[in-house]
């Protein structure tokens, strides 16, 4: 599937980057990496996080289904500035899942987390989605402060050994009323 490219609203001056919607060859690769290289410096993890990360992306695009998933990267002068995901394979019972939220360092401040989390949200407005939920951990603040922002609500925590380390794992939720 060729990804449909959209640019960003962004202050004038800048140079605006590109959301690509959808699966296109090397996204896999790309978020996986930006998962494996932040998590491993800023958090610690282990090689059983990108493993994970590798694996069930790997397996999302291999049934990515246009018509209930959804997949954004940003992009920015040809380099990756961010990405999320929409797995709605279980959307009607259990919600829509959010994932593989990131956004460089080199990018934060520059409006891209909200307009992926936009576009995300959106997505699941336009398809009737009763729910969208996430699993995220204690401390990824700035990350809490966007889906706060948009209305996610911590729901659920609790201590886990995991990717090498003890985290404080954290679920939040928001209600679309669909």
């Given amino acids: ?73 940003a992009r920015q002068k040809e380099r990756f500035a961010g990405s999320i995901a929409i797995d709605g394979r279980h959307a009607e019972t259990d919600g829509a899942r959010l994932r593989w939220f990131i956004v460089p360092l080199k990018f934060l401040g520059a409006g891209i987390g909200r307009q992926l989390i936009q576009q995300a949200v959106g997505f699941c407005q336009d398809r009737g989605y009763p729910k969208i939920y996430l699993w995220t951990f204690e401390g990824l603040n700035a990350a809490r402060r966007v889906y706060e922002k948009f209305g996610f609500h911590l729901c659920e925590e609790h201590d886990v050994a995991q990717w090498g380390q003890q985290i404080r794992e954290q679920k939040f939720e928001l209600g679309l009323g669909g």
């Fill in 1 to 73: 599937m060729a990804p449909t490219r959209r640019p960003l609203e962004g202050d004038p001056g800048t140079v605006k980057p590109t959301i690509l919607h959808g699966y296109f060859a090397g996204a896999v690769g790309q978020i996986t990496e930006a998962h494996a290289v932040y998590y491993h410096t800023h958090w610690g993890f282990d090689v059983s996080f990108e493993a994970q990360v590798a694996r069930e992306l790997s397996e999302f695009a291999a049934g990515f289904d246009s018509g209930r998933d959804g997949l954004w990267v």
